[in-house]
């Protein structure tokens, strides 16, 4: 289940800018409680579940985000998530960084 969630994380990350947003939970100084979370975000967070109030906010929030784009995806895009992902995954840690680095220069623009 970790996979999921890091797939999760990196497919909210390469392409947030080609979906459209999905309904935010509301974020306080707490963050966002597990049962503000949908039905369909605690089944694709559950092996977080045990943790999740221990999460910083913002971490709560990407994982919201990005379980309900997971959840809303086809299985076409689901495919491509993952392909996507074994991409990221075999990438080293520089080379991550480098794309780290290009997202948020294409965030600032």
Do not use: H
């Not at 974020?27 to 910083?56: C, R």
């Not at 985000?65 to 809303?72: I, L, N, P, S, T």
């Not at 780290?100 to 623009?109: N, S």
């Amino acid at each position: 289940m970790n996979a999921l969630l890091k797939l999760l994380l990196c497919t909210w990350l390469l392409s947030a800018a080609s979906l459209a947003p999905a309904a935010e939970p509301p974020v306080n100084q707490e963050g966002i409680a597990w049962q503000q979370l949908s039905a369909k975000q605690q089944q694709l967070l559950a092996a977080q579940q045990t943790q999740w109030d221990q999460l910083p906010p913002r971490r709560q929030l990407a994982l919201a985000r990005g379980a309900e784009r997971f959840g809303d995806m086809t299985s076409a895009q689901r495919s491509e998530a993952n392909q996507r992902f074994g991409r990221w995954r075999d990438l080293d840690d520089t080379e991550r960084a480098e794309m780290r680095d290009r997202y948020q220069q294409f965030k600032d623009l």
